[in-house]
């Protein structure tokens, strides 16, 4: 079964068991807290030095981009119980879920496939795992919404 599917009313449906609802609201309690978490494998990935003469690291626009990730995490932990998503808050699980993707990779330095296949254990697992959400609830995303005239 698919962890997602979008119903002919244009909701997504959330199709996780227990497990599966523990480890998401795990995962969306983890980005939450990595505001607060310095010491974290996601705080420094998310919330990195800031180098003035970048263009991507103008300071104003890191604030803005910190505020918009832990805004967009705390919507999906918020949601994290309800059986159907409207499309804002699919689309905050999957930013969630690929801030937390990026974060545990690149704070891992994990870049390249070839990086990827030397992992292994829990962490290639809970990988995996973002990865099939997130696949997912993209695929979900992007199926075309039916309405009730047709």
Not at 39 to 54: K, M, Q
Not at 56 to 64: A, K
Not at 88 to 97: K, V
Request: hydrophobic content about 35%; charged content about 30%; some cysteine.
């Amino acid at each position: 079964m698919r962890p997602f599917r979008r119903r002919r009313d244009g909701q997504i449906a959330v199709n996780l068991n227990d497990a599966g609802r523990d480890f998401v609201r795990h995962v969306f309690r983890e980005i939450v807290a990595a505001e607060y978490d310095d010491d974290g494998v996601i705080h420094p990935v998310i919330y990195a030095r800031i180098t003035p003469g970048l263009d991507h690291d103008d300071p104003t626009r890191l604030f803005e981009r910190q505020q918009e990730v832990s805004s967009v995490a705390e919507r999906a932990l918020q949601t994290c119980d309800d059986d159907l998503l409207n499309d804002s808050d699919a689309w905050a699980w999957l930013r969630t879920i690929q801030v937390a993707l990026r974060s545990h990779a690149f704070g891992r330095d994990i870049r390249t496939a070839q990086d990827y296949q030397q992992v292994e254990g829990e962490l290639r697992g809970y990988l995996e795992s973002l990865q099939y959400l997130a696949w997912g609830l993209a695929r979900a995303l992007s199926s075309e919404r039916f309405t009730s005239g047709r």
